[in-house]
């Protein structure tokens, strides 16, 4: 599976968008992209995913560069529950392919 | 929607003590699942993949020996830490996948996780 980079942290005022950026320069044309985010002591949540189309749902929306070489999850009205550990992975939606974490990035909502 | 349980939440053990933890997917049957390690401030670690009926398969640097993982039915993966010592304290994480193919997330779900202290 792809590797991915992510800025190790980042802040966020509460209310306002948190664009969260990936880097995944490596993808392969049937990897998708998947965004988890973990809070504190709890198991990883799934977010969104998308191949190459923007896609949007009630938690977040995401966009996929044309290229698909990197992306961006959107919050798009950040709440202090928003603070987490976000997670972006690449990888094939097939068979047992393994879900490899990679350092993600620490987003702090400050009020 | 799709849902593991992980159980217990949380464990201290003594050292040289074994320790089973049980991940259950709830609501769909589970071909595969997997294990997770996570030591405070770093991300998760995939330890093994657990396949029913079968063999586990181990990342590489995982001693299987230590790390017992048996996934007798669709629904239950155990792992159990034997002999554990202080240095296997951390946070265990499983997920699995519904094969029904859910359009969420294509049915890769974790659990809430086990901390392990082993004192």
């Known amino acids: 599976d792809a590797k991915t980079t992510q800025p190790p942290s980042m802040d966020c005022a509460e209310g306002r968008a948190a664009n969260l950026p990936c880097n995944h320069s490596t993808i392969s044309g049937n990897e998708y992209v998947y965004w988890y985010r973990q809070i504190h002591s709890q198991g990883p949540q799934y977010i969104i995913h998308g191949l190459k189309n923007n896609e949007t749902n009630e938690m977040a929306s995401l966009i996929i560069t044309e290229d698909r070489k990197s992306s961006t999850l959107i919050l798009p009205h950040a709440t202090l529950r928003d603070t987490a550990v976000y997670y972006c992975i690449v990888r094939h939606n097939t068979g047992g392919f393994k879900t490899i974490f990679g350092a993600g990035t620490r987003l702090f909502v400050k009020a | 929607g799709a849902v593991v349980s992980q159980h217990p939440s949380r464990v201290i053990c003594k050292s040289g003590t074994s320790v089973k933890i049980e991940c259950r997917s709830l609501?769909?049957?589970?071909?595969?699942m997997f294990w997770y390690r996570q030591f405070p401030k770093q991300s998760l670690m995939l330890m093994a993949t657990?396949?029913?009926?079968?063999?586990?398969?181990?990342e590489q640097g995982v001693e299987k020996d230590k790390f017992l993982i048996n996934h007798a039915s669709l629904t239950l993966s155990t792992l159990t830490v034997t002999s554990a010592h202080p240095e296997d304290s951390s946070f265990y994480i499983c997920?699995?996948?519904?094969?029904?193919?859910?359009?969420?997330?294509?049915?890769?779900?974790f659990g809430s996780g086990t901390r392990l202290t082993v004192v």
């Open positions: 657990s396949n029913e009926g079968s063999k586990a398969t181990y």
């Open positions: 609501d769909f049957q589970a071909t595969t």
């Open positions: 997920s699995a996948r519904d094969y029904t193919g859910t359009k969420t997330n294509y049915g890769y779900t």
